[in-house]
T-cell receptor, first 115, second 111 residues
Framework: NAGVTQTPKFQVLKTGQSMTLQCAQD?????MSWYRQDPGMGLRLIHY???????DQGEVPNGYNVSRSTTEDFPLRLLSAAPSQTSVYFC??????????????FGEGSRLTVL | GESVGLHLPTLSVQEGDNSIINCAYS??????FIWYKQESGKGPQFIID?????DKRQGQRVTVLLNKTVKHLSLQIAATQPGDSAVYFC??????????FGKGTRLHILP
């Protein structure tokens, strides 16, 4: 059972480049989300989705796009990378959302550096 | 505003002692709270959760206490072990499906 799989694990970009962080889960979870983690800032919610075809903004959505065409996949797109987007990105999933239907299962993270 | 915060960024505890990690939340409408543990280089892992209709929940060596009157959450770890060294986060499940994390507390175990 793979759980939540993120790719790539490491990426270096130049300012202005675009890229997509991939996230896939094989647990048939409805809820998926993306967080970024900066030193001393904890995890901040970027975007989340309560099911296929539904996405919504989190705390820090600017500069990022998401889509949810299938239950399994939730890619995060950086349209024009900026140094402020240097961070560790975590994808997470759970079988529910509101009311606490279950805990979040996290991927191993993707470390992104923007030069 | 909507925020989940922690009182202490770093906590040092003697091995074998009990650890208490605190968390304050500000949204009284939240009804579900979760504690996560994050080891270096890994994603956070679930420890224990509690719903707002409870004030205490126990797991294996861990207890979560919820005080809704003062919007305070705590995680108690009994007989702290070296493997408990990690960063601990509380998280708040908001009414709009957002799950918001606090900044975290680093637990350091003294030999």
């Amino acid at each position: 059972n793979a759980g939540v799989t993120q790719t790539p694990k490491f990426q270096v970009l130049k300012t202005g480049q675009s890229m997509t962080l991939q996230c896939a889960q094989d647990m048939n979870h409805e809820y998926m989300s993306w967080y970024r983690q900066d030193p001393g800032m904890g995890l901040r919610l970027i975007h989340y989705s309560v099911g296929a075809g539904i996405t919504d903004q989190g705390e820090v959505p600017n500069g990022y796009n998401v889509s949810r065409s299938t239950t399994e996949d939730f890619p995060l797109r950086l349209l024009s990378a900026a140094p402020s987007q240097t961070s560790v990105y975590f994808c997470a999933s759970s079988y529910g959302g509101t009311g606490g239907f279950g805990e979040l299962f996290f991927g191993e993270g993707s470390r992104l550096t923007v030069l | 505003g909507e925020s989940v915060g922690l009182h202490l960024p770093t906590l040092s505890v003697q091995e074998g002692d009990n650890s208490i990690i605190n968390c304050a939340y500000s949204n009284s409408a939240s009804d579900y709270f979760i504690w996560y543990k994050q080891e270096s280089g890994k994603g956070p892992q679930f420890i224990i959760d509690i719903r707002s209709n409870m004030d205490k929940r126990q797991g294996q060596r861990v207890t979560v206490l919820l005080n809704k009157t003062v919007k305070h959450l705590s995680l108690q770890i009994a007989a702290t072990q070296p493997g408990d060294s990690a960063v601990y986060f509380c998280a708040e499940n908001m009414w709009d499906d957002k799950i918001i994390f606090g900044k975290g507390t680093r637990l350091h175990i003294l030999p």
